[in-house]
């Protein structure tokens, strides 16, 4: 992946995230929020696991698109806090801007943080 590169995209609204279906095997795309922290791509759901979040748990090669950039990488649902940590505040700051911890806390308490590793 060229770092560079996605970096001119970042302040883009919108990845679409391409996985692979665990039962038919066909690609399955989604347009999503997304934000960067480092080299990392976060993306974040609210509530139980989605379609897509399980495909990734299948199978966590993925692709995506941002404008211009399309690349591959390797998606993960975070377990770790210091990535859920860096994952949700890169997220919220993107999106709503500077806030206190106990509110991006608040706003991340029933979701899931997603971090795709660029290849």
Do not use: C
């Amino acid at each position: 992946m060229n770092t560079p590169r996605i970096g001119k995209v970042e302040s883009e609204k919108y990845i679409y995230l391409t996985t692979i279906g665990r039962h038919t095997g066909s690609a399955h795309t989604v347009q999503l929020w997304f934000a960067m922290a480092g080299e990392k791509i976060y993306l974040s759901h609210e509530g139980t696991h989605t379609d897509w979040m399980k495909n990734i748990i299948k199978n966590n090669q993925v692709e995506y698109k941002i404008r211009g950039v399309h690349s591959k990488g390797i998606a993960r649902i975070v377990t770790n806090e210091d990535a859920f940590h860096t994952g949700k505040n890169a997220l919220y700051n993107k999106y709503y801007g500077p806030a206190t911890k106990e509110i991006i806390d608040d706003w991340f308490s029933m979701s899931k943080v997603v971090e795709i590793t660029p290849q």
